[in-house]
């Protein structure tokens, strides 16, 4: 059945805020910012695919569409595809969807926060965690429903995001896309330039960091390279950590001396040693984790941002291990916060993806080389994100919770040499910790009271967990870093990172407790 069928016998349209949240809405504005070198329109409706409300359709409007016609459209939905028509052809108040049949050739996606050549559209007003927080006084809440409760940019009724798998985005005549390529009308145009699932995803991840704006990408890797690549110039300098993911640490070591930028590598606590480097070089970023892999280090992120911007120095904080949740990197100062959404975000396992988040201008920089080199993320994979983000602060809760306990167990036991983890007193930056973090993550370090062979034996002896290079999900992860992540180096030359034989990476599920406090205990006494 044609599409163009239906709209003899759906009344008008009318456009709405959300019922239940409508007075935390603004009400419509006089014009739309476009930032960049996009210029100001009258009237949002005047943005072919662009709305930031939601639409009202009749009550009747599910039964007056037949079962058939439901099945044969796109994900995307029947609401979708009749109400972007409306808003494409809206030419007055005298305008009525059943004086124009609805042709499906002319549907274009409707996408809030498109991208627009390079650019971002953006309601004035709608930015970051602002237009929530009225009436979301929590991260959990923020995680279910940002980008998503208040009308997103896909029209439809169903609770869930759909997914647009789509690879191109079509335009109905040639003047449309002219529009489109002097900034006159928002489309993603190619699917690596942007989708309205991902959309979803980034306006969610930018509420819980309180960002102005974000970018998912497909792994954590492609958003850490693709962001030293876009903000320091052939010939820069930043300065780095001692630990860190080994693959960051290659890419710092190996591919950035190419374009000839340098390093200089400090210990996460020694502001001496920042300071030295801001001094004597002209550092244009510093680049850490917080916590730390595999120790959980902890920057002072307010101190260090404070130096480094009075230097001219960019911060970038990567928050895997904290989450939004357990730490809030750019409202301690820090201009980006990294992430691969893969762990905790993701937090099932099952999908990679990472995210870069922070002002509007530096992340369009950072989008700007990302549309160049490539590395999207797929729609279902944000989908699968934007599902599990909403049990993030369930879960989050719990790893926290095991996490802390079972590190104050394992510093306790005779088996164990030395544990990690900041929630310890004994952890070189507790204090640090204490006055950044709400919670001390879900992932513990340890070192185990033997060699190699006995550290795998009990590694072996574990039942829960699975040995697992990752971290951050619902099942508990384990793995032993000098075989899972060092194997290829030396016992000297993995000691020059701190890689001992017997160190163990313990990432704690969502299991109830006494099931891994007995678990662990039993592996220990095997040994």
Known sequence: MAVSSFARVIPS????????????????KAGVRFPGKASSVSHPSQVHGLSSLIFRFPPNFVRQLSIKARRNCSNIGVAQ???ASWSNNH???DFTPAANAVDSSAVAPLVENAAFNDETVQIEGFTGVNK???????????????????GRGIVTDAITTPVVNTSAYFFNKTSDLIDFKEKRRASFEYGRYGNPTTVVLEEKISALEGAESTLVMASGMCASTVMLLALVPAGGHIVTTTDCYRKTRIFIETILPKMGITATVIDPADIGALELALNQKKVNLFFTESPTNPFLRCVDIELVSK???ENGALVCIDGTFATPLNQKALALGADLVLHSATKFLGGHNDVLAGCISGPLELVSVVRNLHHILGGAINPNAAYLIIRGMKTLHLRVQQQNSTALRMAEILEAHPKVKHVYYPGLQSHPEYHIAKKQMTGFGGVVS?????????????????????????????????????????????????????????LVRFSFGVEDFEDVKADVLQALESI
């Open 307 to 309: 130096l480094c911007h």
């Open 91 to 93: 030419a007055g108040p």
């Open 446 to 502: 340890f070192e185990v009271d033997g060699d190699l062979l006995t550290t795998a034996k009990f590694v072996d002896a574990l039942r829960i967990p699975y040995i697992a290079p990752s971290f951050g999900g619902c099942e508990s992860i384990v793995d032993q870093p000098a075989i899972m992540s060092y194997w290829d180096l030396s016992q000297s030359d993995r000691a020059k990172y701190g890689i001992m034989d017997n």
């Open 81 to 83: 595809v009749v109400a």
């Open 132 to 150: 929530y927080a009225s009436f979301l006084n929590s991260d959990g809440s923020v995680a279910i429903h940002a980008g998503e409760r208040l």
């Open 13 to 28: 349209f009318e456009c709405r805020s959300d019922p239940d949240f409508s007075g935390c809405l603004p009400p419509p």
